[in-house]
C-alpha cells in the first residue's frame, strides 16, 4: 500500500455513458498525476495538478475528459460520453515536489461494452 | 509517446539466478525510476537514480545509469518467484514542465520454481 487510493477499483460501463474516478493521494503530497494504461504498453500521462491549480495536459485528454482537484486535495477524473477505446487501467500518482518519488494508486480499471 | 524502451520484452529464469533488464531513453532528464507491476495492480515503485548518479543498489536491486549512451540497467539477484512481474523504466525530460513520468513497453519477468 503507497498511501494513494483510488475509487472504485473496477467500472464497468455502456458506450456513452458517464464515469467519474476519485483519487486521494498521499495527504502531504501537492503534485498529482493521471496516467492512463493500455493493455501491453506503460503508463502514458494524462494531466497534472500542483496544489487545486491543473498544470498541464496531454494531448491525450480530449474534451470528454474533465479533471479537477479541489481544495488540493482529492482529485476527480471524468470521462463523458464514453467510447470502447476509453477502455484502460487510469492511474493516479502523487509527490510532494519536483524530481520526487512518484507513488501510484492501485488503479481503476475501466471497461467501456 | 513512450520514450523509454525496455529490453528483453520478455524475460524467463529459474529461481535464484539474476534478472537483468535495460532501459534506452531518448532526451535529457532530471532522474530514472524503475517500478514493478504485478498483473492487473497498480505501479510500486522500485527504485530511483538521479542523473548525476552512476550507480545505486537496494537490497537485492542494481540499478546503474549512463547518461551519455541514455541508458540504465536494472539488476536483480537470487530472483524469486514473487519477482514475477512487468518492470518499467520512467524518465522525467529535463525539457519539460511538471515532471511527468514517460514510461517505456515494459519488460515481462517470468521467474519458475
Known amino acids: 500500500d503507497t498511501g494513494v487510493s483510488q475509487d472504485p477499483r473496477h467500472k464497468i460501463t455502456k458506450r456513452g455513458q458517464n464515469v467519474t474516478f476519485r483519487c486521494d493521494p498521499i495527504s502531504e503530497h501537492n503534485r498529482l498525476y493521471w496516467y492512463r494504461q493500455t493493455l501491453g504498453q506503460g503508463p502514458e500521462f494524462l494531466t497534472y495538478f500542483q496544489n487545486e491549480a491543473q498544470l498541464e495536459k496531454s494531448r491525450l485528454l480530449s474534451d470528454r475528459f474533465s479533471a479537477e482537484r479541489p481544495k488540493g486535495s482529492f482529485s476527480t477524473l471524468e470521462i463523458q460520453r464514453t467510447e470502447q477505446g476509453d477502455s484502460a487501467m487510469y492511474l493516479c500518482?502523487?509527490?510532494?515536489?519536483?524530481?520526487?518519488?512518484?507513488?501510484f494508486g492501485p488503479g481503476t480499471r475501466l471497461l467501456v461494452l | 509517446s513512450q520514450q523509454g524502451e525496455e529490453d528483453p520484452q520478455a524475460l524467463s529464469i529459474q529461481e535464484g539466478e539474476n534478472a537483468t533488464m535495460n532501459c534506452s531513453y531518448k532526451t535529457s532528464i532530471n532522474n530514472l525510476q524503475w517500478y514493478r507491476q504485478n498483473s492487473g495492480r497498480g505501479l510500486v515503485h522500485l527504485i530511483l537514480?538521479?542523473?548525476?548518479?552512476r550507480e545505486k543498489h537496494s537490497g537485492r536491486l542494481r540499478v546503474t545509469l549512463d547518461t551519455s549512451k541514455k541508458s540504465s540497467s536494472l539488476l536483480i539477484t537470487a530472483s524469486r518467484a514473487a519477482d514475477t512481474a512487468s518492470y518499467f523504466c520512467a524518465t522525467d525530460s529535463s525539457d519539460q514542465a511538471g515532471t511527468a513520468l514517460i514510461f517505456g513497453k515494459g519488460t515481462t519477468l517470468s521467474v519458475s520454481s
Open positions: 500518482a502523487s509527490l510532494p515536489g519536483p524530481q520526487e518519488t512518484q507513488y
Open positions: 537514480i538521479r542523473s548525476n548518479e
